[in-house]
């Protein structure tokens, strides 16, 4: 039969993402805008149907 065998290795890894992080907020802030400015618009057109 096959013997098992555990294995315990540990790695250790430094990644900088501060510019990846940047990015995101940055695509989050301008998701953010459009969302508002969607609301805004929808607001001004169910003003306009009333």
């Known amino acids: 039969m ?3 065998r555990e294995s315990n290795k540990q790695y250790k890894i ?8 940047k ?5 989050q802030r ?3 805008k459009a ?3 969607l609301k805004e ?3 001004v ?6």
């Open 30 to 32: 301008e998701a953010r």
């Open 14 to 21: 430094d990644v900088d993402v501060s510019e990846a992080l």
């Open 35 to 37: 969302t508002n400015a």
């Open 45 to 50: 057109q169910d003003s306009d149907v009333e």
């Open 41 to 43: 618009l929808k607001e």
């Open 23 to 27: 990015g995101l907020k940055a695509v």
């Open 2 to 4: 096959a013997e098992s």
